[in-house]
């Protein structure tokens, strides 16, 4: 399993992901979010998600506080610049589409 370091980096928010269970928590939350909210928030065009939608619709407005159960998963995750987060983001959902539906 790679380091925190090699998952996002050298530099600011750092400090509080050095413990790797909260990054198995933060990656768990969110692809929670995302099987939980996929199919009533994805447009109907067809059944297939682009990865940046993926990462959209996760993240927009307050779905990770509503619908994810690990709020301290979720305030670390908050905490974190953008730039932190798009790096988690990526590595969570890496995959250029995603199955929406059965």
Known sequence: MPSIREIIGEGNGLAVLENIGIFNDIARTLIDVWDAIAIDTVPDEG???????????VCDCDRLESVGSNTEAVATFRALPQSKRQIILDKVFPFMYYEVGG
């Open 47 to 57: 059944n297939l998600a682009s990865r940046a939608l993926v990462q959209e619709i």
